[in-house]
């Protein structure tokens, strides 16, 4: 199945998921844009500018894995786009999520350069005012969302708030001495405790559906349709249009599977082995 076609789907596997769901907790999804759900290269100042306004290379299956969330339970479920883009490239990334099927949700971007707890202030407000049960945070390792999204789980610790985080790992953190002395480096940060790492939407589905977040008829959607295409994923030096799993940039080596291996999922972690050593 052609993974831009296949929301339709996805809609009538939420619609049975809800059934099994409809008490389920208030969801508050908080997700970064350049190098989570879009391939924008942010640790190479040169790849940013070429790519910020390209509104085609999407990471494959991230859509679709929203629309399972959002749709699962879509009155109890709230879905927010943090970025530290300037809110003069607004209209860029509204058009990237339009255009690539991410389902509907509010676009928070930096309204000044120098506001360096834009992201942070932004998480507090949003979990103060929407009160949640559980706040599912997805971000990358190349810039800040590691200790932002960890900043933020301390906040609410004392809280009944369920925080998850899962960090893209984009980036390694396995940067040699002349690397660094060259200039050359793209150096990720170590995810810090309780984070889950993850290359492919599908760790991220298995994970929700483990911690009761996700159906198992959703999670199972994901093996099928995006583990599948994604396993036969061609992996090309060009990767500045459609979909991409593996960009040319992404150095994953640190990435750990931590779920049971199936038969299902073999192809997946088959490629994923391949991709990221």
């Not at 690397?179 to 993850?198: M, P, S």
């Not at 995006?226 to 992404?250: L, Q, R």
Request: hydrophobic share 40%; proline share 3%.
């Amino acid at each position: 199945m052609h993974l831009l076609t296949s929301i339709i789907v996805i809609l009538a596997i939420s619609a049975f998921s809800t059934v099994a769901f409809s008490a389920e907790k208030k969801v508050l999804l908080i997700s970064d844009i350049d190098d989570t759900i879009k391939a924008s290269h942010v640790l190479n100042s040169k790849a940013v500018v070429s790519r910020f306004a390209n509104l085609t290379i999407r990471f494959s299956g991230m859509a679709q894995l929203y629309q399972l969330i959002q749709n699962q339970n879509p009155q109890k479920t709230r879905l927010v786009y943090l970025s530290n883009a300037p809110v003069e490239v607004s209209i860029f990334h509204q058009s990237f999520l339009s255009q690539n099927n991410f389902p509907p949700g509010k676009v928070l971007l930096r309204e000044s350069i120098f506001d360096e707890n834009h992201k942070i202030n932004a998480i507090k407000k949003l979990v103060i005012q929407e009160k949640p049960d559980v706040v599912i945070m997805i971000g990358d390792n190349g810039e800040r969302d590691v200790e932002i999204y960890h900043e933020a789980q301390r906040f609410f610790q004392k809280s009944s708030i369920q925080m998850v985080s899962f960090i893209h790992q984009v980036y390694t953190t396995k940067i040699g001495f002349f690397g660094d002395l060259l200039g050359i480096a793209e150096r990720g940060k170590k995810l810090l405790n309780g984070q889950i790492g993850f290359v492919t939407p599908v760790e991220i589905s298995l994970e929700l559906n483990r911690l009761g977040l996700l159906s198992q008829q959703s999670a199972d959607w994901m093996i099928q349709n995006v583990g599948t295409y994604i396993s036969e994923e061609s992996i090309f030096d060009w990767d500045t249009i459609g979909n991409i799993t593996f960009p040319s940039y992404k150095t994953c080596d640190d990435f750990v599977w931590k779920w049971q291996i199936t038969k299902e999922l073999s192809p997946l972690i088959d490629k994923i082995n391949s991709a990221c050593r």
